[in-house]
């Protein structure tokens, strides 16, 4: 295994949160000033110290990045556009943290945001991916959830899960979104609750799906020595990996690519799946969730029924996962989703997640999983990061 040059002396901090909404007729654009702004004011840094940015969205287009810079009147010196969804938090960080190192940037700014009205999402579903769409349409299916009731019926079938297992995911994640004041969803869900929710695609009901919203997500990478500099509470990269098109030759998807380069994930930061204290995983529905978990190591394929049966998943449990409630409770603002668990694990390590704080958390782990296809994801991606000295 060739071993990649690590991430050390990289920094992550300013974990920004631009409230969600339900719908707004604000566009992408809006939101992703907002969330500049409040980087800026939270780091104490002037606009034109910023000098590289990184921006994921689906709602923006035409535009990408670049006009991004126009709008706002940014003139960086390292720009990336990263139209990866759910896994595109990670991978953000993931060049962020290079360009810092090599030099190319000083202070990144990494943002992802979205709008949505009955226009964006129609805009945005239709012309998502091509080929998913040649592929099902003719079919009368059109959308996600029908996507992954494909991929959810077919692990039930492989594996032995059941609803009450996906449920468990789902209501222990409701359970850390109450604490979580950016949280859409302000009411708790009990099993029975989600057992009786209306179906939506077989084997896929109300509550296994995410709630579109409006809003965003952003973070800074700097050096940590910059960091330090600026009096920033922070945390420190101390691995990541990525892939995509893993696993191409099974027929629908029941692994994904966290996978094939877990063992150097954990090689980076030195440690092990059982010393990781909380996981921020990617969850547009419970059986992501579950696959990551097996995919990453905390236990083994087609163990993860048996896993969530076994531990809590609440910020107090066993395993505590996805502390801000998930998308799937504090809601999905578009690309913003796959940057959610980065500013939730910031803030975890940092000592500034309130009421929903992991007991004692030093190391925490960030999964994203994007761009969906006919029948698996095809990008996914997984950081660890840890407190700083």
């Known amino acids: 295994m060739n071993r ?4 050390e002396g990289v920094a992550v901090a300013v974990p920004v949160t631009v409230p969600y909404v339900r719908h707004s007729t604000r566009s992408a654009h809006w939101f992703i000033g907002q969330a500049l ?3 800026v004011k939270a780091s104490g840094l002037a606009k034109a110290q910023i000098d590289g940015l990184t921006v994921s969205s689906f709602s923006l287009a035409p535009d990408t990045a670049v006009g991004v810079t126009q709008h706002l009147g940014l003139s960086p010196r390292w720009l990336d556009h990263i139209p990866t969804g759910g896994a595109s938090g990670v991978m953000a960080l993931r060049r962020a943290a290079r360009a810092v190192q090599a030099g190319d940037a000083d202070v990144v700014a990494c943002v992802a945001a979205d709008t949505n009205h ?12 091509n080929f998913a769409r040649d592929a099902t349409y003719p079919y009368g299916s059109g959308g996600p959830n029908s996507i992954f009731a494909f991929i959810t019926s077919n692990y ?8 009450e297992d996906f449920g468990r995911i789902a209501v222990d994640q409701r359970t850390n979104a109450l604490k979580n004041p950016n949280a859409v969803f302000k ?9 009786a929710a209306r179906p939506i695609a077989d084997s896929i009901h109300l509550f296994d799906c995410v709630m579109p919203c409006a809003g965003a997500e952003a973070f800074l990478v700097m ?6 500099e600026l009096g920033l509470p922070h945390v420190l990269v101390r691995g990541a990996i990525e892939r995509h098109n893993a696993f191409a030759d099974d027929p629908v998807m029941a692994r994904g690519g966290w996978l094939v380069d877990r063992a150097e994930l954990y090689a980076q930061a030195g440690v092990q799946p059982k010393d990781i204290d909380f996981v921020q995983t990617y969850d547009d529905y419970p059986v992501i969730v579950m696959m990551q978990f097996e995919d990453l190591g905390f236990c083994g394929k087609g163990e993860g ?4 049966r ?3 998943m609440t910020h107090l449990g066993s395993f505590p996962n996805n502390t801000s409630g998930g998308q799937l409770s504090a809601g999905q603002a578009g690309a913003a989703g796959g940057f959610l668990g980065m500013t939730e694990a910031i803030r975890q390590l940092t000592d500034s997640a309130g009421e929903r704080a992991a007991s004692d958390a030093k190391l925490g782990l960030v999964a994203g999983f994007g761009m969906v296809t006919y029948d698996r994801c095809l990008c996914t991606g997984a950081v660890i990061l840890g407190r700083s000295a």
Do not use: W
């Open 4 to 7: 990649r040059k690590g991430y």
């Open 37 to 39: 702004q409040a980087l």
């Open 118 to 129: 009955v226009d964006s999402f129609r805009q945005t579903l239709g012309s998502f991916s």
């Open 156 to 163: 039930m079938r492989q594996f032995g899960a059941t609803r």
């Open 187 to 195: 009411k708790p869900l009990s099993l029975d609750e989600y057992l």
């Open 223 to 228: 050096s940590e020595e910059r960091a330090r």
């Open 305 to 308: 029924p048996a896993f969530v």
């Open 310 to 312: 076994a531990n809590g």
